[in-house]
């Protein structure tokens, strides 16, 4: 089976700017979750998302927000883009909601500037 | 808020020694997950201890949950320079809603 894709990889942004990230999951897998990882702060989850459906969500403001389509397919989105949003954004399957590893993509670095 | 910590931060191991990473947490864990990351890539799943007081071995890695499932414990055995990244702990914290959070990492760095 294919592993966790994400697209892109790279992508420099300026202050203010929106951005928008994708993600597919293994196939057959249900829940995608994001993560935000950054020297400082770790792994932070950003939410997570079953069939379609916000499971859960982090700490972080109202300009993250997220969206899975009937494929399971995710895609997230920052507005209004700060310096202190450059991190590597990891996105993770697993095959159903509960207790199940995560499998994750490669990431998007995305620098602000 | 619940947390996950872990120590040390940074582990610096000559070859062929051992060496152990400690997780733990401010409040009772679901489970917990282990998870490696090489540098420059993802992290990739380990393992999963469930139980009170579990003990799983893969090969020369040993991961334990605590009795009271709120501290867990990686230890390597005989480092190899294969070893070299960063260990996460994550745990599914039911008070928070089952969010997996993640330990800060130990970043293992290994003199041959």
């Known amino acids: 089976k294919a592993g966790v894709t994400q697209t892109p990889r790279y992508l420099i942004k300026t202050r203010g700017q929106q951005v928008t990230l994708s993600c597919s999951p293994i196939s057959g897998h249900r829940s995608v979750s994001w993560y935000q990882q950054t020297p400082g702060q770790g792994l932070q989850f950003l939410f997570e998302y079953f069939s379609e459906t916000q499971r859960n969500k982090g700490n972080f403001p109202g300009r993250f927000s997220g969206r899975q389509f009937s494929n399971s397919r995710s895609e997230m989105n920052v507005s209004t883009l700060e310096l202190g949003d450059s991190a590597l954004y990891l996105c993770a399957s697993s095959p159903e909601d509960g207790y199940y590893e995560q499998y994750f993509g490669p990431g998007t670095r995305l620098t602000v500037t | 808020g619940q947390q996950v910590m872990q120590i040390p931060q940074y582990q610096h191991v000559q070859e062929g020694e051992d060496f152990t990473t400690y997780c733990n947490s401010s409040t009772t864990l679901s489970n917990i997950q282990w998870y490696k990351q090489r540098p420059g890539g993802h992290p990739v799943f380990l393992i999963q201890?469930?139980?009170?007081?579990e003990v799983k071995k893969q090969k020369r890695l040993t991961f334990q949950f605590g009795e009271a499932k709120k501290n867990s414990s990686l230890h390597i055995t005989a480092t190899q320079t294969t070893d070299v990244g960063t260990y996460f702990c994550?745990?599914?914290?039911?008070?928070?809603?089952?969010?997996?959070?993640f330990g800060g990492g130990t970043r293992v760095l290994v003199k041959p």
């Open positions: 201890l469930v139980k009170s007081g």
């Open positions: 994550a745990g599914f914290i039911k008070a928070a809603g089952n969010k997996l959070t």
